[in-house]
């Protein structure tokens, strides 16, 4: 069965890629990984994307937004990702078209998780960025820390910085578990 099921997550992970690419003809790819994350991972992929940034001459702001969400998102899946026998657990991919970046993330879930997940986004999205603001440094102050060392703040970071909300769906991949993808979107022109 766990063979059977890495096969499917890779297969998600391919698919995903190319249904995404086809909705926009005109984005290219900046990065794309599929694997376990590690804190190396987490460092390489985030300097990876900030030199291609400068190099394309985007605004301090957007690579700055960028880099916020890449870490907080890499983050998340560094702690919360689940890995299958072949590393196939999690992945990021970047997006850009002439407007617009677009970081997705995908990681493995258990499907007991799913509810207390929904409810956690659901909130979060319907804050406004006043009460998002005041949400995250109530969130700081407390200084509390999971067992898996997360503080609660990645998603709220992810959606102050992107400006948006957070998209998000949960792909079935078996009675046990499914594969949680969320994305941002980062306008190129915004301030």
């Known amino acids: 069965m766990l063979c059977d099921f890495d096969i499917l997550i890779k297969n998600f992970n391919q698919n995903y890629q190319e249904r995404n690419l086809d909705k926009g003809k005109k984005r290219s790819i900046v990065l794309s990984y599929c694997g376990m994350i590690s804190q190396d991972l987490v460092n ?52 850009k078209d002439e407007n617009n970046y677009y970081i997705e993330f995908g990681n493995l879930i258990p499907n007991q998780s799913l509810e207390k997940l929904t409810n956690i986004l659901e909130k979060i999205n319907h804050y406004s960025q006043e009460e998002l603001k005041e949400v995250y440094v109530q969130q700081l ?24 909300i957070i998209k998000y769906k949960f792909h079935s991949l078996s009675d046990d578990y499914s594969m949680f993808t969320y994305s941002f979107i980062i306008n190129k022109l915004e301030n």
């Open 44 to 95: 390489s992929i985030a300097s990876c994307v900030e030199q291609k940034m400068i190099a394309s001459l985007e605004s301090k702001k957007v690579v700055k937004r960028m880099f916020s969400i890449l870490i907080e998102g890499l983050q998340n899946l560094k702690l919360h990702g689940i890995e299958g026998l072949n590393g196939e657990g999690c992945f990021v991919l970047i997006t």
């Open 141 to 164: 102050s407390k200084g509390i820390f999971s067992e898996k060392g997360g503080a609660g703040l990645g998603f709220l970071t992810m959606r102050l910085k992107s400006h948006g």
